[in-house]
């Protein structure tokens, strides 16, 4: 990671503080009308798909119905809930869009979330052993972890957790790494295991049984669109995330430097771990304005369509402070993504000879 | 929460279900707001009907609720939401209505003063016109008429005199069979709200004393004084109602237990909150309460409300404990709180704070 004094991660603290803060003076009609827009949008699709899917026997309305609830949930999950979670909207003080209570259309609970997300992720973010984010337990991408045999199949775990994303992301809290490492028992995870169960039902419930039972003729085509629906989300939101720190360049952290760690010290984990893409207005919205990652994790809590307004001043600190700023197009990005999750397969030394480099020390 | 409960279990069941709102029936308000917005289901919406100048700086806004609104009983008050600047302000008022007006045609009456430097006394005055619609929540309140009747004083100060209007219009039309006083204190003429009304109702409801006492008109401060409640008759014998500034209100207090007015005889109710006090950075901390746990600790210093928490014994749900994650927001109910990030003083009403970084500023009040 860049080496900064203390001096200098005061002066980076406050050089984004101050950027912080004039967002935040701002904050009002403008961020209030911006969510509603998108919630109206979100309202009519859902509906709009829901309304559809029975007249599915038609190819083409089955594609509208899918997309147009597929989408929905796109956005009901990445530039809604996700954003609400964080607190981005707590200043309206609507007790609908409160982060602490808000519910959201996935398996995943709202307070599982914010336990391993909002907590967990966004403070220890990309901390081998502690940001368990970072390859969610599944994916070795990083040399901190040792190369195992089991890694060398990582390929098709990650397209099977693209493909079941949301129950991955519900499951996640379990810590299965942990308890098959025997640190926690069973037994402690029996709570959180009853929260899933209830919200996995309510999720499955309502997309697998509810709504087909609804339109019993047509059953089986309403279930194939709500599974096809879910599935678009699942792959969307699984390699949007996956662009966000995964990335040819950024960077992971050990423990020990981040003990005891500054502001200034956080803020720049932030700026060096994490990854952006560019496109347009809409890829950007339906990333839930992911595709600003490093916005996003130096201000987790500030209105997500703030951050295509802020980019360039946080470009201009990180020029300022000879940090790099890791951007690229959404296709370049998410190329350097496959590459990693591959390159990591491979023991290290098959892997340095394929870089043309010496293999690094085993740790 | 402005928001009333649905009825049908089964159905609150099934859209919780679908919604993943705990509240389903608010699920459809962002679009429903847009088609009609007295269609909202988060609190009652109300049309403002018609604004009344009353004096200079007093307003009446006569509203019609939406017909599930649930009605209220002479003296009591509501909570009102209006969205500012895209911030939900909660604020609450009396009802200067007569509940008989809400049952004949549907319509209620909140009297309000602009009070200097007020948020949204101010915006009310401001950008309220009739067809704004603001919401509403259900009645509260425990400043009741007596019932069966009891001779009464009531003594009022300013803009005080909200909570009684409706009182003394719900006694005249129901032909309150007992002595009612009315001891009203006011700056001077131009300051008497409802002015017209109470010289009405004192001329048909007989059982009626009106006093109007201007304070300012003097030299010297016409407060109330000793003789004043003297020349009440059978002053031990009244069930006596306060509602005014703080300082009339203590004097009151004091001027009747020298009289040997019994505790038990005296309600009174809040009226306005206490004027933004300048206090210094270091003046901060005062009286927690936790409501949902019933701890109650006092606080010093810069203490934030996590701390306070925790030094008390409860373990609220807390993250990064530097105002980046919010697994510490909660609710507070009422107090003010001040940001120890950007130094940001927050109204006095109910709305989202952050534990970790708000430092109570006089007694705070948290839904934890």
């Known amino acids: ?363 | 929460m402005l928001a009333r409960e649905t009825q049908n279990k089964a159905m609150h069941w099934l859209g919780r279900q679908l919604s993943n709102h705990e509240n389903p029936t608010t699920w459809l308000d962002p679009l429903i707001a847009r088609i009609n917005p007295m269609w909202v289901q988060a609190y009652t919406p109300a049309r403002v009907e018609q604004v009344v100048q009353e004096t200079a700086d007093t307003r009446t806004f006569v509203l019609r609720p939406a017909r599930r609104w649930g009605g209220f009983r002479a003296g009591q008050h509501v909570n009102i939401c209006t969205e500012i600047d895209g911030i939900r302000r909660n604020r609450t008022f009396s009802l200067s209505s007569s509940p008989l007006l809400w049952e004949t045609q549907g319509l209620v009456t909140l009297t309000i003063k602009r009070l200097p430097g007020g948020l949204v006394t101010n915006w009310l005055h401001d950008h309220v016109e009739p067809g704004t619609v603001i919401g509403l929540g259900e009645a509260f309140g425990e400043f009741l008429i007596p019932d069966p009747a009891q001779p009464v004083l009531f003594i009022a100060g300013g803009s005080g005199i909200t909570p009684i209007l409706s009182q003394l219009e719900t006694m005249a039309a129901q032909d309150y069979r007992a002595p009612v006083t009315l001891l009203y204190f006011v700056r001077s003429d131009r300051d008497v709200i409802a002015g017209e009304k109470l010289r009405a109702l004192a001329s048909r409801y007989p059982a009626l004393t009106l006093e109007i006492i201007h304070s300012d008109d003097g030299d010297v401060p016409r407060i109330l004084n000793g003789e004043d409640l003297d020349k009440v008759p059978g002053l031990r014998g009244r069930q006596v109602y306060l509602c005014g500034p703080g300082g009339l209100m203590d004097l009151a207090g004091d001027l009747l237990h020298q009289r040997g007015v019994s505790e038990d005889r005296i309600h009174s109710t809040f009226f306005a909150p206490p004027a933004p006090a300048q206090l210094q950075d270091t003046e901060v901390g005062g009286q927690v309460t936790f409501a949902r746990s019933d701890v109650r600790v006092g606080s010093e210093g810069d203490a934030n409300l996590l701390e306070i928490a925790e030094a008390a014994g409860l373990t609220p749900q807390y993250g990064c404990r530097m105002g980046i994650c919010h697994q510490c927001s909660c609710r507070k109910t009422s107090g003010t709180v001040i940001n120890r990030l950007t130094g940001e003083v927050s109204g006095p009403g109910e709305e989202n704070v952050q534990l970790c970084i708000s430092v109570p500023r006089g007694p705070v009040s948290i839904d934890v």
């Not at chain 1, 919630?39 to 594609?63: D, K, Q």
């Not at chain 1, 979330?113 to 990083?142: M, P, Q």
Request: charged residues 25%; negative net charge; glycine residues 8%.
């Open chain 1, 1 to 363: 990671m860049k080496k900064l004094n203390e001096t200098q991660l005061q002066e980076l603290e406050q050089d984004l503080n101050a950027i912080r803060d004039e967002v935040l003076a701002d904050l009002g009609e403008r961020d209030a009308q911006y969510i509603r827009r998108i919630i109206r949008l979100h309202r009519t699709l859902e509906i709009g798909g829901r309304v559809l899917m029975p007249f599915g026997f038609i190819p083409p309305l089955f594609v509208a119905a899918t997309a147009s609830l597929g989408i929905a949930k796109i956005l009901e999950n990445m530039e809604i809930g996700h954003n609400v979670m964080h607190g981005q909207y707590d200043w309206m003080n609507d007790p609908d869009l409160h982060s602490q209570t808000y519910e959201w259309d996935t398996v995943c609970t709202g307070d599982s979330w914010r336990r391993t997300h909002n907590y967990e992720h966004h403070t220890y973010t990309n901390v081998i052993g502690k940001d368990r984010d970072y390859g969610y337990a599944v994916l070795r991408l990083s040399d901190e972890e040792q190369w195992k045999p089991r890694h060398s199949l990582q390929f098709i775990n990650y397209i099977l957790l693209s493909v079941l994303f949301q129950w991955g992301v519900g499951l996640h809290e379990l810590e299965s790494e942990k308890l098959h490492r025997r640190e926690i028992r069973w037994r402690d995870k029996l709570p959180f295991l009853k929260e899933f169960a209830r919200k996995g039902g309510r999720q499955a419930f309502k997309d697998y049984i509810f709504f087909p039972l609804l339109t019993l003729p047509v059953a089986p085509i309403v279930l194939a669109g709500n599974v096809g629906a879910n599935l678009i989300r699942n792959l969307w939101s699984s390699t949007v995330i996956f662009c966000g720190h995964f990335t040819q360049d950024a960077e992971t952290f050990s423990e020990e430097e981040c003990e005891g760690e500054s502001k200034g010290h956080w803020y720049l984990r932030q700026l060096t771990g994490s990854s952006n893409f560019t496109g347009g207005r809409w890829l950007h919205i339906l990333s839930g304005h992911l595709s600003y990652q490093i916005e996003h994790h130096v201000f987790p809590d500030l209105p997500a369509h703030r951050y295509p307004e802020i980019s360039e001043k946080v470009q201009a600190v990180c020029r300022k402070h000879g940090i790099h700023y890791n951007t690229g197009s959404f296709a370049k990005q998410y190329g350097t993504v496959l590459n990693r999750i591959f390159r990591y397969s491979l023991p290290d030394g098959i892997r340095a000879r394929l870089e043309g480099g010496e293999a690094p020390q085993a740790i």
